[in-house]
C-alpha cells in the first residue's frame, strides 16, 4: 500500500477531511502530494447604466471562495476504481492508494469527468483543477484551481423594480446586490448576452471574462431635491433718509 500525504496549499478557511482510502495487499512508500490552489476575485469592468455622477456603486461585495474540496484519484487505465475523498482542507491529509498512474481532480463539485460538467449558471461559486501524476514515479503533484465563472451583478436599489434576467435565468438575491455567476457553455472565455431589467424594459449587454466581475446600476431618482438659490440677500438697493 502506497501512502500520499496532501497538502493543500490554498489562503483559505480549513476544514475537516476523510482519509479513508482503498486498501491493496502490496506494501509501498509514503509519498508527498502538494495542491497548489490559486483564486483571483479580484477583476471588475466598469460600471455600467450609471446616470448621473452623484450616484455611487457600494462597497465591492466579498464572494465566498470554497474552503472545502472534493479530491478525485482515477486511475487512468481504468484497472480501478476511482479513489474519493471529501472535505479537504487547508493542511496535510493521508491518503493511501495503489502506486499507478492517476488524473487527480480536485473540485468542490461533484463532478469526475471535467470542468464542462459543471453547471453554466448557479448561485455557488464552483472552482475546478486537475492534474495527471504516474506515482510509481512521481512523489508529488501540483493542481492549480481555476474559476470559470464571471459574476454578474445588479445593485439591488429603489429603481430596480423586478428581478433582473440574464440568460433567461433570474439573477440570485445576495442581499445588496442581485448577483450571477455564469460561465461561457465552452469553458474559459467570454461570458455575452443581454442583461433584462425592470420587466425588460430596460435592457444592457454583458460582455465579462471568466474570473470577473461586472456590476451594473440604475441610479434611484426619488426623493426631495432642495436648490438653494445663489441670490438670497445679494441684490442690495440703497436708500438715503434725510433727517429734515
Not at 501512502?3 to 480549513?14: C, D, E, H, R, Y
Not at 430596480?160 to 439573477?171: M, Q, R
Request: charged share 20%; glycine share 6%; with cysteine.
Amino acid at each position: 500500500m502506497k501512502k500520499l500525504i496532501l497538502v493543500l496549499a490554498v489562503v483559505m478557511a480549513a476544514c475537516s477531511s476523510d482519509s479513508d482510502a482503498l486498501i491493496e495487499e502490496v506494501e509501498l512508500g509514503v509519498k508527498n502530494v502538494t495542491l497548489n490552489m490559486d483564486v483571483l476575485m479580484a477583476s471588475e469592468t466598469r460600471p455600467m447604466m450609471q446616470r448621473r455622477a452623484t450616484c455611487d456603486f457600494p462597497a465591492l461585495y466579498e464572494h465566498t471562495i470554497p474552503s472545502s474540496f472534493n479530491v478525485y484519484f482515477i486511475p487512468i487505465d481504468g484497472s480501478a476504481a476511482t479513489i474519493e475523498h471529501t472535505d479537504v482542507g487547508i493542511g496535510k491529509t493521508i491518503f493511501e492508494v495503489p502506486a499507478r498512474k492517476y488524473k487527480v481532480i480536485v473540485t468542490n463539485h461533484t463532478t469526475q469527468n471535467g470542468r464542462w460538467e459543471l453547471p453554466l449558471h448557479s448561485d455557488v461559486l464552483y472552482l475546478y483543477g486537475e492534474s495527471e501524476v504516474d506515482f510509481s514515479i512521481l512523489e508529488n503533484v501540483d493542481v492549480t484551481v481555476t474559476n470559470d465563472y464571471a459574476s454578474i451583478m445588479v445593485v439591488k436599489n429603489k429603481a430596480i423594480t423586478s428581478v433582473p434576467v440574464f440568460g433567461g435565468v433570474e439573477l440570485f438575491d445576495f442581499g445588496t446586490y442581485y448577483n450571477i455567476y455564469y460561465r461561457n457553455a465552452e469553458g474559459l472565455g467570454l461570458v455575452a448576452g443581454t442583461l433584462q431589467l425592470n420587466n425588460y424594459t430596460l435592457s444592457s449587454e454583458v460582455s465579462v471574462g471568466s474570473n470577473e466581475v461586472h456590476r451594473f446600476m440604475i441610479c434611484a431618482e426619488d426623493g426631495l431635491n432642495i436648490i438653494l438659490d445663489s441670490n438670497i440677500l445679494t441684490q442690495v438697493k440703497e436708500t438715503i433718509i434725510d433727517r429734515n
